[in-house]
């Protein structure tokens, strides 16, 4: 008998998710973020979701676009450009409630999540303005004879994840390819169910074919779905196969500083479905090529 | 060599930080930090493990704007945050877009938390940093809205603080030096407060305090930053910033 397999399209993925739900999304700032499915969430009736990621242009979309209520974030970047705009306008107007940590409590937070423990210690945090600012983290004192009192860091537990991967097969093995697996498989580990978009799904064996049996990050047992988007962390990395679209960044960013400019950069680019976006970006290098 | 530029000062005051460090991961964040941090690893420091600021450990010191080089090792962020940090052999020079006399940092957001005026990057590794490793800050634009009485977010942790959260805030804690455009401190003044270590040529005790918005100790007579050597203005020149960047984030005055 075969496993069945868990191929899904971008919709099937939105469909699994609830409005009111804790997503994590994997990646780091502007790199190796599931695009296509973000872009997905734009598109649906979802509302009110809490997101939680290393954030980038995920969370400012999210954010403009009314979907996230609630972010958990230790930065929000787009890496070449320093800072997120439309993540630092909703911080500046006060749309969204927002839970502010140290990037490695952050991650102990979903470790926690991962093991099912309810914390796991650590000193990040002591003495900074995240305990004061986030008053439901509690400290803990160390049972043993140096009585060290460290924080708490309680578990981020995820009702879904999305993340973005290279390659992967129709069962949810899944490959980066890249320099660096970001925190990808503990985000899927964190989460009641996770679906890994990828730029291609090919066959088992073609895995291993060409790159390190360490490039395997995720496993099937930590996936619910599979779904190709070739380009789909566009505009962000997904090192080897793309770099960052640097130009187009910089026209989203631009963009973002007036209402007026988003309104017409998210008409032009979010008003379609994903087939649509992927033409106007070609479209957009075509015309600054003419240029 | 009257011909020394601020930056070059600079450069070689920041690499005099990272010189008694040993073989720990120097993680400079920013262009003149990068510059300095490679400086001393072919001066005071050979044995500092650079990165090219992703995953890979660099053998070599490539001129500033490029990151190719032989690949020594692997040090992607979970390694960083669960293996490094926590390891403590690491020393990181993190920006500050306020600094306090007590050695709190802010990169978090300029006004209230709830509602910043200004939302900056977010507080990033600075709160885990500052207890766990060697840390010092990088100034280009000294100033009294930067260096200021109290900072607004507290982002990395200085040591009074440290001390009111206890002993597993002060086991590891070490920040080390600022460096700004204006010349070094540390936090040796008094409860552990922001201390003239050397002041840029050009500068004086009276311009960094008229240029700060915080008072400065000063212990006696306070040195001027040593010049570079020839051989380190070799390096800068021509080896590791032959574009003259740092002249971008630190203009000749």
């Known amino acids: 008998m075969r496993a069945a397999s868990k191929k899904l399209t971008v919709d099937d993925v939105v469909g699994r998710i609830e409005s009111g739900m804790t997503l994590g999304i994997g990646g780091w700032g502007s790199r190796r973020k599931p695009m296509a499915l973000v872009r997905a969430i734009l598109r649906s009736d979802l509302t009110d979701l809490h997101v939680v990621s290393y954030a980038g242009p995920d969370v400012g979309l999210l954010l403009a676009a009314g979907k996230a209520s609630r972010v958990t974030f230790a930065f929000a970047t787009l890496d070449s ?35 099912r423990v309810p914390f796991l210690p650590m000193r990040a945090g002591l003495g900074s303005a995240v305990l004061e600012n986030d008053p439901d983290l509690r400290t803990v004192k160390s049972p043993y004879e140096d009585g060290e009192e460290l924080v708490a860091v309680p578990a981020i537990p995820l009702d879904v994840s999305l993340v973005h991967m290279n390659r992967a097969d129709s069962q949810g093995n899944a490959q980066y390819l ?40 995720i496993n099937r047992t930590m996936v619910a779905g599979v779904v190709e988007t070739p380009n789909g962390a566009h505009f962000t990395t997904c090192t080897p196969t793309y770099e960052r679209d640097e130009k187009f960044q910089k026209a989203y960013a631009t963009a973002a500083k007036t209402p ?18 992927q033409a106007a970006v070609a479209a957009f290098h075509e015309e600054a090529a003419d240029v | ?39 001393a690893k072919n001066t005071s420091n050979p044995e500092l493990l650079l990165t090219d600021g992703e995953a890979r450990i660099l053998k070599g010191t490539p001129p500033l704007g490029q990151t190719t080089d032989v690949t020594e090792g692997w040090m992607p962020f979970r390694l960083v945050l669960e293996s490094v940090v926590t390891y403590g052999k690491r020393h990181v020079m993190m920006g500050a877009t306020q600094i306090d006399r007590h050695g ?70 070490d920040v080390h030096r600022l460096v700004t455009d204006l010349g070094v401190f540390d936090f040796g003044g008094p409860e552990h407060t922001l201390r003239f270590v050397s002041i840029h040529p050009g500068e004086s005790v009276e311009s960094v305090r008229e240029a700060s918005g915080c008072d400065i100790h000063a212990d006696g007579d306070v040195p001027e930053t040593r010049e ?15 574009s003259n960047l740092r002249e971008r984030e630190v203009p000749a005055r």
């Open chain 1, 81 to 115: 450009i320093p800072l997120e705009p439309l993540f630092s306008r909703a911080r500046q107007e006060g749309t969204a409630q927002f839970r502010e940590w140290d990037e490695g409590m952050f991650q102990t937070g979903l470790r926690a999540a991962a093991q």
């Open chain 1, 178 to 217: 890249g320099p660096d697996p970001y925190f990808d498989d503990v985000f899927c580990m964190a989460a009641r169910e996770a679906y890994v978009s990828t730029e291609q799904i090919i066959d088992t064996a073609g895995l291993t074919v060409d790159a390190p049996l360490q490039s395997l990050l």
């Open chain 1, 260 to 277: 007026e400019d988003w309104a017409e950069f998210a008409e032009r680019f979010l008003s379609g479905d994903e087939d649509a976006y």
């Open chain 2, 1 to 39: 060599m009257s011909d020394v530029t601020r930056s070059e000062y600079c450069a070689v005051a920041i690499a005099d930080c990272f010189a008694d460090d040993g073989e720990i991961m120097g993680s400079p964040m920013g262009l003149l930090p990068t510059l300095g941090a490679r400086l």
């Open chain 2, 104 to 173: 709190n940092q802010n990169i978090s957001a300029i006004g209230p938390w709830d509602k910043p005026t200004r939302q900056l990057l977010g507080v990033r590794g600075a709160p885990g940093n500052t207890v766990n490793n060697r840390t010092s800050y990088w100034v280009p634009k000294h100033s009294a809205r930067v260096v200021v009485e109290e900072v607004d977010i507290v982002s990395g942790v200085g040591r009074a603080r440290a001390e009111a959260a206890g002993s597993a805030a002060t086991r590891f804690h």
């Open chain 2, 228 to 242: 570079p050597t020839a051989g380190e203005l070799v390096l800068i020149r021509e080896l590791l910033d032959p």
